[in-house]
């Protein structure tokens, strides 16, 4: 797994020397974008308007802009040497429940595992948290910017998820959603029937079942094309929108009916079957 941040854990006195691998990867399909005239691929350059060249990377600097046209320039020296804990350490704050965070703070999750010599405080760490159920808020920089994160077990290894910051989660009051229920009445039964619906979808969790059916039919489609096939796809059911409260409330009945589970029919099946009998 490839490396892309190297530092260590730390947890009150003690530091654990770890390496950070990103835990997931995007399954992409990727185009290159062509000239339509020839379909020779577009290069993107870097270029440099007043010197009217283009620029090498190694020519290139970083820069703030404080004013429009006016930068201060920041070498990689002088990130290097900000006086930030969080830039060499993951930085434990606070041991707290996984559960008390709202799924909206999370972002990319990495893998940790030890550098050598490392083994064991990171054992002690990880079979600590396991035991007391318990994650580690965390700061941490990488690419420049500090990170709030979470520390927690994924199976039998630690990692760290990137979190955002409180001001960084925009407020969904501006969507008026708390004042609907004074412009539109809900009745009881149509509650209970979507509480129904819910309890007949209402499955475990196992991500091996869903799968990514727009990426599918796209490799689909570039096969077809690659081999020379026509591609015919069949016409798609436009589902109508409910237009009033009857309609809402039969479409609920009967999507409840089509997701009863199979196995709470089979079980009623055989009790019919008694009750005909007697």
Same mark, same amino acid.
């Given at each position: ?23 997931? *990867? ?6 290159r ?10 290069? %993107?350059?870097r270029?440099?308007?007043?010197c009217g060249k283009? #620029?090498?990377?190694?020519? @290139?600097t970083?820069g ?5 046209g ?5 070498? =990689? ?15 434990i ?5 996984l559960?008390?965070v =709202?799924?909206?703070?999370?972002d990319?999750? /990495?893998?940790?595992w030890?550098?050598k !010599? !490392? ?10 948290m396991?035991e007391? !159920? ?5 700061? #941490?920089?990488l690419?420049n ?7 927690r $077990?994924?199976e ?7 979190? /955002?910051?409180? =001001?960084?989660?925009r407020?969904?009051?501006?969507l !008026? @959603?708390a004042t609907?229920q004074?412009? #539109? *009445? ?12 819910? =309890?007949?979808l ?5 991500p *091996? ?8 039919? $796209? ?12 591609v ?5 059911? +436009?589902?109508?929108?409910?237009g009033?409260?009857?309609?809402l ?6 999507? +409840?009916e089509?997701?009863k589970k199979?196995?709470?029919k %089979? ?12």
């Amino acid at each position: 797994m490839q490396t892309v941040w190297k530092g260590a854990i730390s947890f009150g006195l003690l530091n654990v020397p770890v390496k950070m691998g990103a835990a997931t *990867q995007r399954e992409n399909v990727s185009f290159r974008q062509l000239h339509k005239a020839c379909n020779t691929p577009i290069n %993107q350059k870097r270029f440099c308007p007043k010197c009217g060249k283009e #620029v090498p990377y190694e020519e @290139i600097t970083r820069g703030y802009e404080y004013e429009p046209g006016k930068f201060v320039l920041i070498s =990689d020296e002088e990130l290097e040497a900000l006086p930030v804990k969080s830039a060499k350490y993951i930085d434990i704050v606070d041991f707290i429940l996984l559960s008390d965070v =709202d799924p909206i703070y999370f972002d990319k999750t /990495y893998y940790l595992w030890p550098e050598k !010599g !490392g083994e064991k405080p990171y054992l002690i760490l990880r079979d600590a948290m396991r035991e007391t !159920g318990k994650a580690a808020v965390a700061k #941490v920089t990488l690419r420049n910017k500090e990170h709030l994160c979470i520390v927690r $077990l994924v199976e039998d290894t630690l990692a760290v998820c990137m979190m /955002y910051f409180e =001001d960084e989660i925009r407020s969904s009051a501006e969507l !008026g @959603i708390a004042t609907l229920q004074d412009k #539109v *009445q809900v009745r009881p039964e149509e509650r209970e029937m979507a509480k129904k619906l819910i =309890d007949n979808l209402t499955e475990t969790f196992e991500p *091996q079942k869903y799968h990514d059916a727009y990426r599918e039919e $796209l490799l689909a489609l570039i096969r077809a094309k690659v081999a020379g096939q026509d591609v015919v796809h069949a016409e798609e059911t +436009v589902r109508e929108p409910a237009g009033n409260v009857v309609d809402l409330m039969e479409r609920l009945r009967q999507s +409840v009916e089509a997701t009863k589970k199979t196995e709470t029919k %089979q079980k009623r099946t055989p009790a019919k079957k008694k009750a005909k009998q007697a």
